[in-house]
């Protein structure tokens, strides 16, 4: 599971730099983010 957080704000590095939210993610953890969260709404929308 992948933090909300790393998508919302730059995270210190022990280097004494910040990684920005943007290079917090790939594109297929993006994708699989968003599968992930349509299927959650289909099964809400389902039970209501």
């Known amino acids: ?3 909300r957080e790393k998508f919302l ?3 210190f590095q022990s280097d004494d730099s910040y990684k ?3 290079e ?3 594109i ?3 994708r699989l ?3 992930d969260v349509d ?3 289909n ?3 389902n039970l209501i």
């Open 24 to 26: 917090q993610i790939t």
């Open 1 to 3: 599971m992948l933090n």
């Open 33 to 35: 983010l968003i599968q």
């Open 20 to 22: 920005a939210p943007h």
């Open 28 to 30: 297929t953890q993006a």
């Open 43 to 45: 099964q809400i929308i």
């Open 39 to 41: 299927r959650i709404v």
């Open 9 to 11: 704000y730059p995270e």
